[in-house]
């Protein structure tokens, strides 16, 4: 039996450190987030998809069910 696709992941902003729980989307990448707390932009470290492939403590759905990403 395949893994399961986890669809939430805690991102923590390497700002200020403050971490969130979020879900993530399915269909498509997401390259940037505000943290809540600091409200910096969080934008992909180089070579990343999306900020939950940075930031997340899991990896975006596409990474995980490795098909690639949607670059």
């Known amino acids: 039996m395949p893994n399961a696709i986890v ?3 805690v991102l ?4 200020c450190g403050f ?3 979020e ?3 399915t269909d498509a990448c997401q390259y940037y987030y505000e ?3 600091c409200k910096a932009l969080l934008r992909p470290n180089p070579g990343d998809c999306c900020v939950f ?4 403590s899991v990896k975006c759905p596409p990474i995980q069910a ?3 990403c949607c670059k």
């Open 23 to 25: 879900s993530m989307p």
């Open 35 to 37: 943290c809540s707390n």
């Open 66 to 68: 490795q098909h690639g």
């Open 7 to 9: 669809l939430e992941s």
């Open 19 to 21: 971490a969130k729980l």
């Open 12 to 15: 923590t902003c390497p700002q």
């Open 53 to 56: 492939c940075s930031f997340g």
